[in-house]
């Protein structure tokens, strides 16, 4: 099968970090981009970060310098490194994979992506 699992998700007081993982299974990951995506109750989809099958590398702006995105090719599974968490990232993340190398326009354009994950749940509480 093709599938996309997330991982590394849960409860973390303001200011915690987390790491998410999503590992890829049926496919080799070395070309294709992978975006993170996240969606909080009451509100639409939002592209977080993507990385191209080359590193170049784009967040949004909510979360630059807090929020590091990164692949390993040789397991097949990208991360996202999450630092300085605020209330505001409460979601559930979603990471997707597009039939593509590069990242141009993914992150707003969610419904170009070939492969999703189920979502894994970031909840950011005291």
């Known amino acids: 099968q093709l599938q996309l699992v997330e991982s590394g998700g849960g409860l973390v007081q303001p200011g915690g970090s987390l790491r998410l993982s999503c590992a890829a299974s049926?496919?080799?990951?070395?070309?294709?981009?992978i975006g993170w995506f996240r969606q909080a109750p009451g509100k639409e989809r939002e592209g977080v970060s993507c990385?191209?099958?080359?590193?170049?590398?784009q967040y949004v702006d909510s979360v630059k310098g807090r929020f590091t995105i990164s692949r390993n090719n040789v397991k097949n599974t990208g991360y996202l490194q999450m630092n300085s968490l605020k209330p505001e990232d409460t979601a559930v993340y979603y990471c997707?994979?597009?039939?593509?190398?590069?990242?141009?326009?993914?992150?707003?354009?969610?419904?170009?992506?070939?492969?999703w994950g189920k979502g894994t749940l970031v909840t950011v509480s005291s």
């Open positions: 049926g496919f080799i990951l070395d070309y294709y981009a």
């Open positions: 990385i191209s099958s080359g590193g170049i590398i």
């Open positions: 997707a994979a597009a039939a593509k190398s590069g990242c141009s326009g993914l992150l707003s354009a969610a419904t170009a992506m070939a492969y």
